[in-house]
């Protein structure tokens, strides 16, 4: 059985200072992991994604996440917070043999000036 | 734009109704997926078609139904709508029947049961 959780419901930093999004997953297989993110009133937008490659993922706009196999985490990063970077941000753990995506229940990622 | 349309973008329906969402790509990619996204939560799971045939589905009771077209376009219907069906439904397209390369996603459908 697969299972993602997203240890924090919001985060909110300050611009110009990083970003730490929490993730943590389940997988009875090797799994594969995304980060997407969601803009109001938009679509999801894929961030990037671990398929058993390296460990530290480079995503786009700055983002990057590192697997962390022992800890079973897949925490998102970036160095330096854009106004932006608001937005809610899910992880999502897939494994190929149930040909299904499971969801985590999403970040929302606020920046103040 | 992420080349893969959702219409309607807004729908409204009584309650017991029935409703069908489509979905298209202009990717050419061959494996949809669909996922129900409730106010405030992240999206759930459907089901899944690969070159027509459904190999994938999530905890959803058989009035969620689905096709998927030669031209991998894809249609989701909803039976006996309750109010709880009310969300955001998102369809997204990948390669390979496989989830492990990541999705593209439309923008939604909005529907609202009353």
């Known amino acids: 059985a697969q299972s993602v959780t997203q240890l924090d419901s919001h985060v909110s930093v300050s611009e110009g200072t990083p970003v730490l999004l929490r993730c943590n997953y389940s997988?009875?297989?090797?799994?594969?992991l995304f980060w997407y993110v969601q803009h109001p009133n938009k679509g999801l937008q894929l961030l990037l994604k671990y398929t058993s490659a390296a460990t530290l993922v480079k995503g786009i706009n700055g983002f990057e996440a590192e697997f962390k196999k022992s800890e079973t985490s897949f925490h998102l990063t970036k160095p330096s917070a854009h106004m932006s970077d608001a937005a809610e941000y899910f992880c999502?753990?897939?494994?190929?043999?149930?040909?299904?995506?499971?969801f985590g229940s999403g970040t929302r990622l606020s920046i103040r000036p | 734009e992420t080349g893969v349309t959702q219409s309607p973008t807004h729908l409204i329906k009584t309650r017991g109704q029935q409703v069908t969402l489509r979905c298209s790509s202009q990717?050419?990619?061959?494996?949809v997926s669909w996922y129900q996204q409730a106010l405030g939560q992240g999206p759930q799971f459907i089901f899944q078609?690969?070159?027509?045939?459904?190999?994938g589905r999530g905890n959803f009771p058989p009035r969620f139904s689905g096709l998927q077209f030669p031209n991998y376009s894809s249609e989701l219907n909803v039976n006996a709508l309750e109010l709880d069906d009310s969300a955001l439904y998102l369809c997204a397209y990948g390669a390979g029947g496989s989830s492990n390369y990541g999705y593209t996603f439309g923008s939604g459908t909005r529907l609202t049961v009353v």
């Open positions: 078609y690969y070159r027509e045939e459904e190999n």
């Open positions: 997988s009875s297989y090797s799994p594969s």
């Open positions: 990717s050419g990619h061959n494996t």
């Open positions: 999502v753990v897939s494994d190929s043999s149930a040909s299904k995506i499971i």
